[in-house]
C-alpha cells in the first residue's frame, strides 16, 4: 500500500479544525499579533480516501509540583498529540462496543477469529486489512 500524500493529510486536518467554532482558537489580538496552538489529528486512509477520526490543540503539561494535588483528576500531559491520541483510542473503543452490540458494522474494525487468538495475543479486535492510520 502506497502511502498517503502527508500534505493531503495535513490539509484535512486543517480543513476539520477549520469547521469547529472560533472559541479557543488561535486569534489576533489587539496589538495586531497572531496567536498560534500547535494541532494534530488522526486520519485513516482506506483505498485511498482519507477521514479525519480525531485532532486535538494544547501545549502543556501539569507541573510535576502539582500532581500530588491532583488526586487523578487532572490530565498530566495535554500535548495536542497526546490528547488526538486520547480522542482516537475513544473512537476506537466506541467503534468495538457498537460493534459488540451488533448495531454497527466498522469500516476501521473488526473481530478477529477464533483461529487469531492466543493467550500471547488475545485481543478481540483489530484494524482492518488495508487500513493505513496516519498522525
Do not use: Y
Request: glycine share 6%.
Amino acid at each position: 500500500m502506497r502511502a498517503a500524500d502527508p500534505d493531503l493529510v495535513a490539509d484535512l486536518v486543517l480543513h476539520h479544525f477549520s469547521t469547529l467554532p472560533p472559541k479557543r482558537k488561535p486569534q489576533v489580538r489587539d496589538n495586531g499579533l497572531h496567536e498560534w496552538v500547535p494541532l494534530s489529528g488522526i486520519v485513516a486512509e482506506q483505498d485511498g480516501v482519507l477521514a479525519c477520526l480525531s485532532l486535538a490543540t494544547g501545549m502543556k503539561c501539569l507541573p510535576a509540583s502539582k500532581l500530588p494535588f491532583a488526586k487523578g483528576n487532572a490530565l498530566h500531559d495535554w500535548h495536542a498529540e497526546v490528547l488526538a491520541i486520547r480522542a482516537f483510542n475513544r473512537h476506537l473503543l466506541n467503534e468495538c462496543r457498537a460493534v459488540l452490540t451488533g448495531t454497527f458494522s466498522s469500516s476501521l474494525i473488526r473481530r478477529r477469529t477464533s483461529s487469531e487468538l492466543s493467550p500471547e495475543s488475545p485481543q478481540p479486535f483489530a484494524v482492518r486489512d488495508g487500513v493505513a492510520l496516519h498522525i
